[in-house]
């Protein structure tokens, strides 16, 4: 499992890290508050990544996504179409109405924890039920249920051995994106769609900082001698410039990013996931 984001807080104009040696993380509990989850993602620190804002400038719609220079075994393009994108998911509209009245947007803990408790919220307050109920059993592998199989995707837990090799290899490496469109429950966007204005408000989102990082990831790797930088997180608006053009992200985290818009510049390798329940 390969996450490397933290908690933040904001001091004078600098960021902070908070939790470096946490094994403890926290979801926002349905009145907003951090309640603290049961899993342990045991990631490293990485305070030697600078998160400096780079200057804002408008996103080219043909940049070259990251995916298409791994290879084709493992480049995958499902942007959505025009008419795809019209499709209402009452999961992620809840997703953002929650996000935008909760009283602590911020609720610290590990980036992955606080991403799916939203998710896992909202799709509960629609369906009367978390999602891992509805997950088909064809999600099942060799070595694991639907549900573990999910969580594995959801988490990149990544590793040498054949049970992570077992998964599709068109869905690891990309979080919560590609556990939720494994799953039938939305459709992935990678680099290029998300830059170009692709995405849905409430679409989860997972990025890594280097595209070496994600290919390891994929291909499967031993963590302890990887220290690969990613974040998990919801995507709220694209920022516009005054000739409308996408120079940002507006997400919700935990606190890590998500008190400035994100740029292209931030990560290599983007995936989101257009939610279609």
């Not at 600098?14 to 603290?36: H, I, K, P, V």
């Not at 490293?44 to 719609?61: K, T, V």
């Amino acid at each position: 499992m390969l996450f490397g984001c933290k908690s933040t807080k904001k001091s004078k104009g600098e960021t902070s890290f908070l939790g470096s040696t946490q094994n403890t993380s926290q979801a926002q509990s349905r009145t907003g508050d951090a309640a603290t989850a049961l899993y342990d993602y045991g990631f490293e620190d990485h305070e030697y990544i600078s998160l400096e804002s780079a200057p804002r400038r408008p996103i080219q719609p043909n940049a070259k996504d990251s995916l298409n220079q791994i290879g084709s075994a493992t480049a995958v393009n499902e942007a959505p179409s025009p008419a795809r994108l019209a499709i209402k998911s009452p999961v992620a509209d809840k997703i953002v109405e929650n996000y935008l009245n909760s009283q602590n947007k911020e609720p610290k803990g590990h980036c992955l924890s606080v991403s799916k408790g939203r998710f896992e919220r909202a799709y509960k307050e629609v369906y009367g039920h978390l999602p891992y109920q509805d997950l088909p059993d064809s999600m099942a592998s060799k070595f694991h249920g639907p549900k573990e199989v999910f969580n594995l995707l959801y988490t990149s837990a990544s590793e040498t051995q054949e049970g992570w090799r077992s998964l599709p290899e068109k869905y690891r490496g990309k979080g919560n994106a590609g556990a939720i469109a494994y799953a039938g429950m939305g459709t992935l966007v990678d680099t290029s769609g998300v830059w170009s204005g692709l995405l849905r408000p409430g679409a989860l989102m997972q990025v890594w900082r280097f595209k070496e990082d994600y290919e390891q990831v994929v291909q499967g790797v031993n963590v302890k001698k990887l220290d690969p930088y990613g974040h998990s997180f919801i995507f709220i608006s694209y920022v516009r410039d005054e000739k409308n053009a996408i120079i940002g992200l507006e997400i919700a985290d935990q606190g890590f990013q998500s008190y400035r818009p994100l740029v292209p510049s931030d990560y290599e390798v983007w995936w989101g996931v257009n939610l279609s329940i």
